[in-house]
């Protein structure tokens, strides 16, 4: 379950703007500040089945757009670069790898 809200977090951080505010709340209350679907569904005054099947389609939607655009696969393959990279590097390339970690 930890992996899973892991993942959806990742997702969520680079594809958010892609979904609609309701869908974004949604997303935010439940993996972010961990709401429950009761809560979720007693804020926005709907029922938990509500809650989600909303939350169920954005997290099918984030996972399209993972495989068509592929953000994360990337992201992960950068930082398993750096950390190689880290582990072989002197002082004068730690710096060079800590500033082009800054720019993510």
């Known amino acids: 379950m930890l992996e899973k809200t892991m993942r959806m977090n990742y997702l969520y951080d680079f594809y958010q703007m892609l979904l ?12 972010l500040d961990d709401y429950s679907l009761g809560e979720i569904a007693e ?3 709907v029922s938990r089945q509500a809650v989600y099947d909303n ?21 992960q393959k950068r930082q ?10 002197d002082e004068r390339m730690l710096k060079i790898i800590k500033a082009i970690e800054e720019l993510e």
């Open 20 to 31: 609609t505010d309701k869908q974004r709340s949604y997303m935010s209350l439940y993996y």
């Open 43 to 45: 804020e926005y005054e």
């Open 55 to 75: 939350i169920k389609r954005t997290e099918a939607m984030l996972e399209e757009y993972e495989v068509k655009l592929m953000l994360l696969k990337k992201f």
């Open 80 to 89: 398993a670069l750096l950390d190689q990279l880290k582990a072989g590097a």
